[in-house]
């Protein structure tokens, strides 16, 4: 081949490469736009305050004002809902992978057997929230108010609870590995039969005996 050649061959492969960049990058923010059928759905959901296994992926909730809405087995994968009003709203099975939830109001929400992994609900007000059978895998619950939540039976690996409240809260039977409780307050937290393997505690750590940790769990 000649230098020619081969200098046309390389100059080929580089346009081809730059061309698929472009066309994945293109596909990715597509994807991540909520298209028609999301935006029709948010715009039923604003409306009625019921969406009922509604597709509302990628949609922009935040600060909206969703009290008691009826959500269940809804798909808000990806969604903004930061700042949002969900008090006592049913999102039971719902599907909230990846969900913006930070600094949002969902005390009494229903969340039960909802999957919300690797979702942001740091600073989130969950007090007396039921996320029972829930997928909380690497969620962030980071300064959260969580009195008297609700967390019997949830998957909470990897799960980041740092500087949350926590009293009185249920993990019975819950399912935790590598779960940061570092300056979390467990003060009178149930821990019965939950699997305690990992769990990240130290000084800062108030334990359900309300003393300091890093915590001894029975």
Do not use: W
Not at 181 to 198: C, I, K, P, R, Y
């Amino acid at each position: 081949m000649s230098r020619a050649d081969f200098l046309l061959s390389s100059r080929a492969a580089l346009v081809y490469a730059a061309l698929g960049l472009m066309a994945a990058v293109a596909a990715g923010a597509a994807q991540a736009q909520p298209g028609a059928t999301q935006t029709e759905n948010r715009n039923r959901l604003v409306t009625t305050n019921s969406c009922v296994k509604c597709d509302l992926v990628g949609v922009d909730l935040a600060g909206q004002n969703l009290l008691g809405a009826d959500l269940r087995e809804a798909d808000l994968s990806r969604a903004d809902l930061h700042g949002a009003f969900l008090i006592g709203a049913n999102l039971s099975k719902a599907r909230l992978a990846g969900v913006n939830l930070s600094g949002a109001v969902i005390g009494g929400t229903v969340m039960s057997g909802a999957d919300l992994q690797g979702s942001n609900l740091s600073g989130v007000n969950a007090n007396r929230t039921s996320f029972t059978q829930a997928n909380l895998t690497g969620v962030d619950f980071s300064d959260a108010l969580m009195e008297r939540a609700d967390l019997e039976g949830a998957h909470l690996h990897g799960a980041n609870f740092k500087g949350a409240d926590l009293y009185e809260a249920r993990f019975l039977f819950a399912e935790m590995a590598d779960t940061n409780f570092l300056g979390a307050n467990l003060h009178a937290a149930d821990f019965s039969e939950a699997e305690v393997t990992g769990i990240q505690t130290d000084a800062s750590t108030t334990c359900p005996d309300l003393k300091p940790g890093p915590c001894v769990f029975q």
